[in-house]
Each structure stands twice: as structure tokens, then as C-alpha cells.
């Protein structure tokens, strides 16, 4: 089967013996998708949302968004960094319906 990392390094990453380019599918076995199923920078072409070539994560651009986590909750990120977790789906679609200054405006409250 067919694996993408999805993170947003610019070079090759490797994983458990198997080294990926961004962008690029490896082929990998069940037992490597089984040790990277709560990963969220791995997944199959369907949830890398990006072609196979000339993929690449515009890390300039710093937004909020909350989206599940590897423990079955929901978190805030700015970009790839987690900055608030364990929210509910509930909370997490709410912060998503929010404006980008609220939820900067959120977030800022938080600290």
C-alpha cells in the first residue's frame, strides 16, 4: 500500500526504516500504517489533499484551526503547532465558524 507524508518538512523524513519525500507516495506494509495511524503527517492520497508532484505546504501562513488529534479529541492549531487541546467536536466546529480575528482574539485570551 501506499503511504504520503503530509507534514510540512521540506526534505526527506524518515519513518521506521522508510524514508519519504513530501509529496512523494512510499510503499509500505500494513505493519508501518498500523505505528502510524494516530500520526496525523502520514496518510493515504485521499487525505493528503495534494498532487503527487510540486506538493508543498505554504508554512507562511499562520492560521487558526481546530482539527482532531491523535487522541481522539479535537485541538487549535497555528499551523503545525498545537496550541490548545482536548476540545469536543462541538467546540472545535464552533472555533472553525469563527472569523480568522476571532479566533485570534480567542486564542489571545487564553494565555
Given at each position: 500500500m501506499k503511504v504520503f507524508y503530509i507534514g510540512d518538512a521540506k526534505g526527506p523524513v524518515e519513518a521506521y526504516g522508510t524514508v519519504f519525500e513530501p509529496g512523494k507516495a512510499a510503499d509500505v506494509d500494513d505493519s508501518?500504517?498500523?505505528?502510524?495511524?494516530?500520526?496525523?503527517?502520514?496518510?493515504?492520497?485521499?487525505?493528503?489533499?495534494?498532487?503527487?508532484?510540486?506538493?508543498?505546504?505554504?508554512?507562511?501562513?499562520?492560521t487558526f484551526e481546530a482539527r482532531l488529534n491523535g487522541s481522539g479529541k479535537y485541538s487549535i492549531y497555528r499551523g503545525q503547532t498545537e496550541l490548545v487541546d482536548d476540545l469536543s467536536a462541538k467546540d472545535a466546529e464552533a472555533f472553525n465558524g469563527m472569523s480568522a480575528q476571532e479566533k485570534s482574539e480567542y486564542v489571545d485570551s487564553l494565555d
Open positions: 508501518f500504517k498500523d505505528k502510524v495511524k494516530a500520526n496525523p503527517f502520514f496518510g493515504d492520497k485521499a487525505s493528503a489533499k495534494a498532487p503527487e508532484k510540486g506538493f508543498e505546504i505554504d508554512t507562511t501562513v499562520e
